[in-house]
C-alpha cells in the first residue's frame, strides 16, 4: 500500500471537477421517465440503433487494432522528423471537430470524393451505407489506440526487447511474445477509448454516412432525432448509451486488473 | 492497491493558507465559467441622445426563428434596427421543434417564428405564446437535384426508380412531414437512402453529389445558388407549410416584439420574404 501525499487545495477544485463531470450524468438519470422507460427503449428504432451501434462499435474497434497496432509499435520506435510528422498526421483526427473528418473523408471516399470514381469501378459504394459508418468511427477513433499502445510501448522501452533478441528469438517472435504482452494494459485500455468513441460518434458519422435505420442510424443519431420527436426517448436512450459505455469499462478494467495480477 | 491520504496538518498558518488558496480556485473558476456566459441579457444602458434630442435606451430584441427564415430575416432585422435606434435584434436560427423546445425549457426569446403551424400549435399548447400567431409566409417543396442532374431526374416518379439515390428528411421533423404528405397524395413510395435531421442536411447531401435527388423547399434552392437546381413537381401543392409568427409571453418588451411582428407582416417584410422565395400565406 503506497501513500501519495496530495496538497489539501487540491481537494477543492478536484471535487468541484467531480462534480461538474457527475452533476449533468445524475440529473439526466433523474429526469428519466421510468414509468415509460421500458417501452422507449424498446421501439424497433431504438433497438436497430443500438444493435448498430454495438455491430459497427466492434468491428472499428478492431480495425483500429489491426492498422493501430503496428502504427502505435512504429512510432514508439521511430524517431526524428518523419516520425515527429507521423505522428502529428495520425493524431489529426483527435484535434479536428468530427464534422470536419466526415468533410474530409466525403472528400476521399465520397462519390465525387478522390477515390469515388475508382471505387465506383470495383462496384463499391460507400456512401450511406453501414460501411460508411464504419470508416467514419475508426477514422475519429483509432488516435485514441494509437496513443495509448505508445505510450505503453515507451514506457516499456526496448530493454526486454533486446534480451529476447539475444537470446535467438527473431522480429516477430519478440513483437508476439515480449512486445504486446508488456504493453498490454495500454492496448486494453487504447481498445476501450477507442470503442466509447466509435459507440458515441456522431458529427462525422452523420454527415459522411447519412441516417437510415438500421443501416447508418447510430444511437447517438437516433437520439439526435428524437430529441425533435419525443424527448423522453432521447433522455431515455441517452442514458442507455451511458449504460453501456460504462459497462463496456467496467467490464475490461476488471479483465485488466485480473491480468495484471489484481494490483497496478 | 493505492489509496490517497491527505497529511494532517495542524499549524493553523498552514491551514488558513489552504483556504485561501482553496477559496481562491473557487472564485477564480466562478468568474471563468461567468465570463463564458458573457452579459447577453438585456440590461438597459442609456446610449446617449444618439440623432435626435430624445434619449434612446439600448434594447435587445431576441427572436427564434425557423432555419429556412435566416436570410430574408436577417434583411428585415437590419432594417428594424434602422427605424428603432438603440435597439439590436439577435436571432436564433434553427429547426422549429428544437426552437420550441428550448423555449419551454426556459430560453430567453421575444418573438418565434416556425416552419409549420403544428410547431407553433406546441408553444401555444406549452403557453409559450402570448395572443394569437400570425400565419405571415408559405414555403412548398422542390425536387433538389445537383447541377448536372446525373440521374436525369424530371418528375416526382424518377425518384421511385432503383439505383437513384433520394434523400428526404427524417419524419419527426417539419420538411419530412410534409414529404410525407406529398408521397402520399401523388401515390409514390419513395424509399430514401438517407432520413436527414434537417433540410439543410438533405441540401448537403444533393450539393455534394451524395445523392442524386432530395426533396427541400423552394427557398433552401433558391438561396443554394448555381451548384443546385430546383424542378417543380404538382403533387408539392399538397403540402405548403404555413410559417406563423407570434410574440412570447416572457417577453422583455412586449411592445417592441409586437412590433417586430408588424415589421415581418406589413409590406416590407412581406416583399423581403417573397424576394427569399416566399409566397403568400
Known amino acids: 500500500m503506497t501513500t501519495t501525499l496530495v496538497p489539501r487545495w487540491l481537494l477543492v477544485p478536484a471535487a468541484l471537477g467531480t462534480l461538474f463531470v457527475g452533476l449533468p450524468i445524475v440529473a439526466m438519470a433523474l429526469s428519466v421517465d421510468w414509468s415509460s422507460f421500458g417501452s422507449l427503449v424498446t421501439t424497433e428504432a431504438s433497438t436497430d440503433a443500438l444493435l448498430l451501434s454495438l455491430r459497427t462499435a466492434a468491428v472499428s474497434t478492431l480495425l483500429c487494432l489491426i492498422l493501430g497496432i503496428p502504427l502505435a509499435v512504429v512510432l514508439a520506435r521511430a524517431t526524428g522528423t518523419a516520425a515527429t510528422l507521423l505522428r502529428s498526421l495520425v493524431l489529426v483526427p483527435l484535434v479536428i471537430p468530427p464534422v470536419v473528418g466526415g468533410i474530409a473523408l466525403l472528400q476521399a471516399f465520397g462519390r465525387r470524393g478522390l477515390l469515388g470514381s475508382t471505387l465506383d469501378v470495383l462496384g463499391l459504394q460507400v456512401a450511406f451505407s453501414t460501411t460508411a459508418v464504419v470508416i467514419a468511427q475508426t477514422f475519429v477513433a483509432m488516435p485514441f489506440l ?119 | ?36 456566459c458573457g452579459t447577453s441579457s438585456g440590461t438597459p444602458e442609456p446610449l446617449g441622445t444618439e440623432g435626435g434630442s430624445q434619449p434612446t435606451e439600448a434594447r435587445t430584441l431576441t427572436v427564434f426563428a425557423a432555419a429556412s427564415l435566416q436570410k430574408p430575416f436577417e434583411q428585415i432585422g437590419r432594417a428594424f434596427e434602422g427605424s428603432h435606434p438603440g435597439v439590436t435584434v439577435k436571432f436564433s436560427f434553427g429547426g422549429s421543434s428544437g426552437l420550441v423546445a428550448q423555449l419551454s425549457e426556459g430560453a430567453p426569446a421575444d418573438v418565434l417564428a416556425t416552419a409549420n403551424e403544428q410547431t407553433m400549435a406546441k408553444a401555444v399548447a406549452d403557453d409559450l405564446v402570448k395572443g394569437t400567431p400570425t400565419p405571415f409566409a408559405s414555403n412548398t417543396l422542390q425536387i433538389v437535384v445537383p447541377a448536372d442532374n446525373p440521374a436525369r431526374i424530371s418528375s416526382l416518379a424518377d425518384l421511385t426508380r432503383s439505383g437513384t439515390k433520394v434523400v428526404l428528411c427524417a419524419p419527426a421533423v417539419p420538411c419530412g412531414s410534409a414529404s410525407a404528405a406529398v408521397e402520399k397524395a401523388a401515390g409514390v413510395d419513395l424509399t430514401p437512402v438517407s432520413e436527414e435531421q434537417s433540410v439543410t442536411d438533405v441540401l448537403g447531401k444533393v450539393r455534394s453529389g ?51 411582428v408588424e415589421a415581418v407582416t406589413g409590406t416590407q417584410g412581406l416583399e423581403t420574404l417573397a424576394d427569399a422565395g416566399f409566397t403568400a400565406p
Open chain 1, 146 to 264: 494509437v496513443l495509448s499502445l505508445e505510450g505503453a510501448l515507451r514506457t516499456a522501452g526496448t530493454r526486454y526487447e533486446d534480451v529476447s533478441a539475444t537470446l535467438g528469438a527473431g522480429p516477430t517472435t519478440t513483437f508476439r511474445r515480449v512486445t504486446i504482452p508488456l504493453a498490454l494494459p495500454g492496448l486494453i485500455s487504447g481498445s476501450i477509448l477507442a470503442f466509447a468513441r466509435c459507440l458515441g460518434e456522431f458529427g462525422a458519422t452523420i454527415t459522411f454516412a447519412g441516417s437510415l435505420q438500421g443501416t447508418t442510424r447510430t444511437l447517438p443519431l437516433e437520439i439526435y432525432l428524437q430529441r425533435e420527436g419525443d424527448p423522453r426517448a432521447a433522455v431515455a436512450l441517452s442514458l442507455v448509451l451511458v449504460a453501456v459505455a460504462v459497462l463496456v469499462i467496467g467490464l475490461t478494467r476488471a479483465r485488466r486488473d485480473s491480468l495484471a495480477g489484481g494490483a497496478p
Open chain 2, 1 to 36: 492497491m493505492t489509496s490517497y491520504a491527505v497529511r494532517s496538518r495542524t499549524s493553523y498558518a498552514v491551514r488558513s493558507r489552504t483556504a485561501v488558496v482553496a477559496a481562491a480556485v473557487v472564485a477564480a473558476t466562478a468568474a471563468l465559467v461567468l465570463a463564458g
Open chain 2, 210 to 260: 451524395e445523392a442524386d435527388a432530395g426533396l427541400v423547399y423552394v427557398t433552401d434552392v433558391a438561396g443554394a445558388g448555381d451548384e443546385v437546381t430546383g424542378i417543380d413537381f404538382p403533387e408539392a401543392a399538397s403540402a405548403v407549410n404555413t410559417y406563423p409568427i407570434a410574440t412570447l409571453r416572457d417577453a422583455a418588451d412586449a411592445s417592441l416584439a409586437d412590433e417586430f
